[in-house]
């Protein structure tokens, strides 16, 4: 062989090239099936983002079932019970078959690696009770929604610093409820907050809510109430679903 080294390079670059093209797709490919644009968009036209925890994988597919047929587009799954990712992640996959317009994201998200493993899992959202910058960063890094629970307009400026569009306020009623909204908003009209805990479907309570300026509201156990899961009463959680997301639509006009 007349250059034994240029053979070898030739060789060499071939193999990475096989391999390049192989895996090419991966470059191409984002775990979360739906894009930031999409997630918020599709918050901010329903105004209702469900939240629940089932321990059991058939119980959580039939919350899911039961809040899509209501007319839900987006499932929040909180990671509030022990191996929560090991709902998490065939859930996600049963929906994506059953209710392939349905966007799961995860909540109760308090620190990056938990993120980083349901990011890896593909989560289409992140929420936590509170603001955590690494979070931030991790979730603006992929393009993913982080709507973190803030209690100050410190905490509220800070997050939006590090990307946050749609800002948790939680706990909802306790720091202040509508009137906190309508204060943030005044001199503050560019932030979207998301309140959770003391939201209810009752129509006073939403009024009150978009009244003050809200984007969405989230909704857990005053929607998927326990009496119903244990009973086994799904439709009833399909029925004030459609019923909560009708009020929403009249409440904005």
Same mark, same amino acid.
């Given at each position: 062989?007349?250059?034994?080294?240029?053979?070898?390079?030739?060789?060499?670059?071939?193999? *990475?090239?096989?391999?390049? @093209?192989?895996?090419?797709?991966?470059?191409?490919?984002? /775990?979360?099936?739906?894009?930031?644009?999409?997630?918020?968009?599709? /918050?901010?036209?329903?105004?209702?983002?469900?939240?629940?925890?089932?321990?059991?994988?058939?119980?959580?597919?039939?919350?899911?079932?039961?809040?899509? *047929?209501?007319?839900?587009?987006?499932? #929040?799954?909180?990671?509030? !019970?022990?191996?929560?990712?090991?709902?998490?992640? =065939?859930?996600?996959?049963?929906?994506?078959?059953?209710?392939?317009?349905?966007?799961?994201?995860?909540?109760?998200?308090?620190?990056?690696?938990?993120?980083?493993?349901?990011?890896? /899992?593909?989560?289409?959202?992140?929420?936590?009770?509170?603001?955590?910058?690494?979070?931030?960063?991790?979730?603006?890094?992929?393009?993913?929604?982080?709507?973190? !629970?803030?209690?100050?307009?410190? #905490?509220?400026?800070?997050? #939006?610093?590090?990307?946050? @569009?749609?800002?948790?306020?939680?706990?909802?009623?306790?720091? !202040? !409820?509508?009137?906190?909204?309508?204060?943030?908003?005044?001199?503050? =009209?560019?932030?979207?907050? /998301?309140?959770?805990?003391?939201?209810?479907?009752?129509?006073?309570?939403?009024?009150?809510?978009?009244?003050?300026?809200?984007? *969405?509201?989230?909704?857990?156990?005053?929607?998927?109430?326990?009496?119903?899961? #244990?009973?086994?009463?799904?439709? @009833?959680?399909?029925?004030?679903?459609?019923?909560?997301?009708?009020?929403?639509?009249?409440?904005?006009?």
């Amino acid at each position: 062989i007349a250059n034994p080294f240029g053979a070898i390079l030739t060789l060499g670059l071939a193999i *990475c090239q096989r391999r390049c @093209e192989r895996f090419s797709h991966l470059r191409e490919t984002n /775990m979360a099936r739906f894009d930031r644009l999409t997630v918020y968009q599709t /918050m901010l036209d329903g105004g209702l983002v469900p939240l629940f925890y089932h321990a059991d994988l058939t119980v959580a597919q039939q919350i899911a079932h039961a809040l899509a *047929c209501g007319g839900a587009r987006v499932l #929040e799954f909180t990671n509030r !019970g022990d191996f929560a990712f090991e709902v998490f992640g =065939p859930l996600l996959k049963h929906c994506a078959r059953e209710h392939p317009e349905l966007i799961i994201g995860v909540g109760s998200v308090e620190d990056a690696p938990t993120a980083a493993l349901y990011l890896a /899992m593909g989560a289409n959202f992140v929420v936590g009770p509170n603001f955590n910058e690494e979070v931030a960063r991790l979730c603006n890094r992929r393009k993913v929604p982080y709507l973190p !629970g803030c209690g100050t307009v410190s #905490e509220i400026a800070q997050a #939006e610093e590090l990307g946050v @569009e749609i800002v948790k306020i939680f706990p909802g009623e306790s720091v !202040g !409820g509508p009137d906190f909204v309508k204060a943030v908003r005044g001199p503050r =009209p560019w932030t979207r907050l /998301m309140p959770t805990g003391g939201v209810t479907p009752e129509e006073d309570n939403l009024r009150a809510w978009f009244s003050a300026g809200v984007a *969405c509201v989230g909704m857990g156990s005053n929607l998927v109430r326990k009496a119903w899961v #244990e009973a086994g009463q799904f439709a @009833e959680i399909e029925a004030l679903t459609r019923t909560t997301l009708e009020r929403i639509r009249a409440i904005r006009g």
